[in-house]
Every structure is written in C-alpha cells, then in structure tokens.
C-alpha cells in the first residue's frame, strides 16, 4: 500500500529492504517488451513473419499498409451487453486491450503480402522484390 504513495520514501525500513531490492534488480526487465512476440524468418525469395496473437478473433486484427510501414494492431472490444450476458463477475482484468507493432517493408514486393490467422498466430508471407538489374541499351549516333 506504502508503495503507491507518490513521492519518495527512504530506504531505513527493514520490511522494504526487500521490496526495494526487487525493484532495484528488476527495474527495467518489462520495459522494453513489445506489444506482442513477432519472430521473422527469411525463406530465400521471401520473408515469414509470425505474430503471437492469443486470445484474438480474426476480427480484432487489423493490417495497414502505408508508404513502406506495415502496421498490425489488434484490438478486444467488449460492451456492457456482452458482459451482462456472459453473467457477473467478482473480478474482470481484460475488458479493453489494443495492441500495435510497425514494420519497415522496404524491398517488400506490397502486392504480394498474403496474411493467415490459425490458433492465435497471425502469418503473414512477405515475397521480396526482385532485384533492379540495369538494362544496356544501344545509342545511335546522328
């Protein structure tokens, strides 16, 4: 409870020493996490990128491509007609979630981005452009 106080407290309990010993080696462990795990694999002539989506219906996820940048973003949205009908609650931790991760798809052929969802992972097959290979051409002279 002492903990949510909003200024700072000196470390001259012995009960604290603990708790304060946690948050000091553990500060920035979840800091940096992402929204959600993405692993990408280069398969040769394209990339697959798997996002680990649980708890998403095919629905609540939404891809963006805009100017080079692919944009995933899931979202849960729950009324209170939903929640009056699945009954009451003691306790309900999860009524509003949104998540989203950007992705540089430079050198991405767009037109060929195909996307599947099975089992709370979102699939998305990215084929790589062809490489530009300079063409020769014959100038005549007038």
């Known amino acids: 409870m002492f903990g949510m106080i909003p200024f700072e407290r000196h470390d001259d309990n012995m009960f604290d020493m603990f708790d304060n010993f946690q948050k000091k080696f553990f500060n920035d462990s979840n800091a940096k996490l992402p929204a959600f795990r993405t692993d ?13 989506l ?17 944009t995933i973003k899931a979202e849960h949205k729950e009324s209170e007609e939903e ?41 998305l097959t990215l084929p790589k452009q062809a490489p530009v290979v300079p063409q020769a051409r014959q100038i005549t002279i007038g």
């Open 40 to 52: 990408i694999r280069d398969q040769g002539d394209k990339f697959l990128l798997e996002a680990e």
């Open 54 to 70: 649980p708890g998403f219906q095919k629905e609540e996820i939404s891809l963006e491509l805009k100017e080079g940048i692919l």
């Open 83 to 123: 929640q009056a009908k699945k009954g009451e609650y003691v306790r309900r931790e999860r009524r509003y979630g949104s998540f989203a991760r950007t992705f540089d798809v430079s050198g991405i052929d767009e037109s060929g981005i195909t996307a599947a969802y099975h089992n709370g992972i979102l699939e």
